[in-house]
């Protein structure tokens, strides 16, 4: 395998990898993209920049993440089957590896019907796990999707998503188990607020010897009232969110702080399961609760991995 990538030598070292989420920007402002950077400098292993995330415009991850690297922070870019076909998929991989971009997810990508260009056509040529094979032949076969060879190959550490709520539940770690084969290096879970839940899928999933196959990551969001807590239940497809955490955030005299705590908990109770490698932080539009989050949790320094 060998990208390179910090956030492989993290996981492959077997310590516990942090990375969050920016979002990039509705606009063509690069200072977004470094305003944020900075809340996330120095306390998180790798960052994962969205790919047009919900289906609104923004500015372009490979974009973003080559000011990222500017920035001197390691990104995750993130690419969706639904805009591109395979042919546009591979050439912007070739570029993003060549600006030095080291760790890809993959991922189907939202609904356009769910963003503010509704009346666009999707692609979808490939879906994610065909997506996660054709970029592990053009690694570790140099090949392309049709078979023709090529000089240079993009290494990438391949990573894919999973859902351990979706239904039917007792499907998910078999779909998991497709991704393993197709070419995951790592894989980052939806949010994950029902931690019981999530360890019965974990469970299924060890059961299948997954957790020896990838490395998984558990994602993570803040709540910042309990506003968020009920839209998150009742309109993300999706997501488990209990009622003792609604009812809990409803009562907080600072909701924000108790979304945080509630964050730290998830994360100590998650750091003590087989099977976990990682945490990946995904505060949406609250880059500057990441700090916060990373202290709280004892889940700093970072460590600082050489070039071996």
């Not at 809340?39 to 973003?64: P, W």
């Not at 809990?248 to 087989?274: F, M, T, Y």
Request: one cysteine or more; hydrophobic letters at 40%; aromatic letters at 6%.
């Amino acid at each position: 395998m060998k990208s390179g990538s910090n956030l492989e030598k993290v996981l492959t070292a077997g310590k516990f990898a942090v990375t969050a989420e920016l979002g990039p920007p509705k606009n063509a402002d690069s200072d977004v993209i470094r305003r944020k950077a900075e809340h996330l400098r120095g306390v998180v292993d790798a960052v994962n920049l969205t790919d047009c995330q919900t289906a609104i415009v923004r500015m372009s991850s490979i974009a973003a993440g080559a000011i990222l690297l500017q920035e001197g922070l390691e990104p995750v870019i993130q690419m969706t089957c639904r805009d591109r076909n395979r042919i546009g998929i591979q050439s912007d991989l070739l570029g993003a590896a060549a600006l030095g971009v080291k760790n890809l997810l993959c991922l189907t990508g939202d609904h356009q019907s769910f963003g503010n260009h509704p009346q666009s056509k999707n692609v979808h040529d490939l879906d994610s796990i065909q997506m996660l094979k054709m970029v592990k032949d053009m690694r570790d076969e140099k090949k392309f999707q049709c078979g023709e060879e090529m000089e240079v190959e993009p290494r990438f550490f391949i990573g894919a998503a999973a859902n351990p709520f979706a239904d039917p539940f007792e499907f998910r770690a078999l779909r998991l188990g497709k991704k393993a084969a197709a070419g995951a290096d790592f894989i980052q879970t939806q949010i994950v607020y029902n931690v019981e839940k999530f360890k019965r899928w974990l469970e299924m999933v060890r059961q299948l010897g997954l957790d020896k196959e990838v490395y998984i990551l558990p994602g993570v969001t803040p709540l910042k009232s309990a506003g968020m807590a009920k839209y998150m239940k009742n309109y993300v497809p999706g997501l488990d969110v209990p009622d003792a955490l609604i009812e809990r955030i409803s009562k907080a005299s600072d909701p924000k702080d108790e979304g945080i705590n509630i964050a730290v908990e998830i994360i100590n109770q998650l750091r003590e399961l087989e099977g976990v490698a990682g945490i990946h932080i995904m505060a949406i539009e609250w880059e500057e609760a990441v700090p916060v989050i990373t202290k709280r949790a004892d889940l700093l320094p970072r460590p600082i991995m050489g070039d071996g």
